[in-house]
Nanobody, 126 residues
Framework: QVQLADSGGGSVQAGGSLSLSCAAS????????MGWFRQAPGNEREFVAS????????DYADSVKGRFTISRDNAKNTMYLQMNSLKPEDTAVYYC???????????????????WGQGTQVTVSS
């Protein structure tokens, strides 16, 4: 299995930006579909965004569409999440996830993913 390390979280004011990274080790990311999920206190883990193995297909939750951008650099074995126009409701622990697959379509279900990062805290104040 691939090992994932997510980073880049922090505290910002509403309207600000943050960029998260997910670095992989142990395996090359080029054969993995990837995703970002988040979990706020008292809530279930929810889908944020996904990107297929080649980067040709992306998907976003309605709550972040137009504000967040997912991308990947397979040569660097890294995935990214650029978060702009942040809102207090974006506050959560963000997790990157990977699923070994060459399918173009990526499931939004967390159970579909095999490997997870340790999580990075994002806090947005009003």
């Amino acid at each position: 299995q691939v090992q994932l390390a997510d980073s880049g979280g922090g505290s910002v004011q509403a309207g600000g930006s943050l960029s998260l990274s997910c670095a992989a080790s142990g395996r090359t990311l080029s054969s993995y579909n990837m995703g970002w999920f988040r979990q706020a206190p008292g809530n279930e883990r929810e889908f944020v965004a996904s990107i297929n193995w080649s980067g040709s297909t992306t998907d976003y939750a309605d709550s972040v569409k137009g504000r967040f951008t997912i991308s990947r650099d397979n040569a660097k074995n890294t995935m990214y999440l650029q978060m702009n126009s942040l809102k207090p409701e974006d506050t959560a622990v963000y997790y990157c996830a990977a699923k070994s697959s060459f399918r173009s379509c990526v499931s939004r279900a967390s159970a579909n993913f095999d490997s997870w990062g340790q999580g990075t805290q994002v806090t947005v104040s009003s």
